[in-house]
Antibody, heavy 120, light 111 residues
Framework: QVQLQESGPGLVKPSETLSLTCTVS????????WTWIRQPPGKGLEWIGYIYYSGSTNYNPPLKSRVTISVDTSKNQFSLKLSSVTAADTAVYYC??????????????WGKGTTVTVSS | QFVLTQPPSVSGAPGQRVTISCTGSSSNIGAGYDVHWYQQLPGTAPKLLIYGHNRPSGVPDRFSGSKSDTSASLAITGLQAEDEADYYC????????????FGGGTKLTVL
């Protein structure tokens, strides 16, 4: 059974870069898409972007200029970098497995989430 | 703000049937992209509830999804106290370079 675990700093200063890693266990990262989603306090879900194990990516247009998602198949991990953060980037960040099949896109396995606060 | 529109809240008594709507447009639901539903219990990560018209293993058949034109619905029959949660619809939008979209979420209260 595939499990995902987010890790990274819980506090980031404004204007700096947020960096998170998701470790995949119980299965291989290969042959799947992997995604990042966030949820600001008390608000709804926002898709950030996904990466295929081969490295191809797709990002949410409003965040595209600040987001980089990468994958390390040797470590069974994928990562998120979000640059120039502000208080509006404070959120719980989730990693998930993204199903992409013949025009069907959904997330079937989720991590527990990690809280990131942007503050000086 | 959210590409898909959901009612902020719905409620129902135990045993009743409730539906949650999800309204999109011609570039997402209306373009034929499937709608998927997630359940988020308080303080936990979202969980896949419905994908298209299907339920993952372990999800009771009290939950069902449907879609028509540019909208979709989640129906919950035989409402139980444990169903009290936030529910999110999700699809794909073909505008720009294509991206995953969510609804703003609906809080279900079991009276």
């Amino acid at each position: 059974q595939v499990q995902l675990q987010e890790s990274g700093p819980g506090l980031v200063k404004p204007s700096e870069t947020l960096s998170l890693t998701c470790t995949v266990s119980g299965g291989s990262i290969s042959s799947y898409y992997w995604t990042w989603i966030r949820q600001p306090p008390g608000k709804g879900l926002e898709w950030i972007g996904y990466i295929y194990y081969s490295g191809s990516t797709n990002y949410n247009p409003p965040l595209k200029s600040r987001v980089t998602i990468s994958v390390d198949t040797s470590k069974n991990q994928f990562s998120l970098k979000l640059s120039s953060v502000t208080a509006a980037d404070t959120a719980v960040y989730y990693c998930a497995r993204q199903v992409v099949v013949r025009g069907v896109y959904y997330m079937d396995v989720w991590g527990k989430g990690t809280t990131v606060t942007v503050s000086s | 703000q959210f590409v898909l529109t959901q009612p902020p809240s719905v409620s129902g008594a135990p045993g009743q049937r409730v539906t949650i709507s999800c309204t999109g447009s011609s570039s997402n639901i209306g373009a034929g992209y499937d709608v998927h539903w997630y359940q988020q219990l308080p303080g936990t990560a979202p969980k896949l509830l419905i994908y298209g018209h299907n339920r993952p293993s372990g999800v009771p058949d009290r939950f069902s999804g449907s879609k028509s034109d540019t909208s979709a619905s989640l129906a919950i029959t035989g409402l139980q106290a444990e169903d009290e949660a936030d529910y999110y619809c999700q699809s794909y939008d073909s505008s720009l370079s294509g991206y995953v979209v969510f609804g703003g979420g609906t809080k279900l209260t079991v009276l």
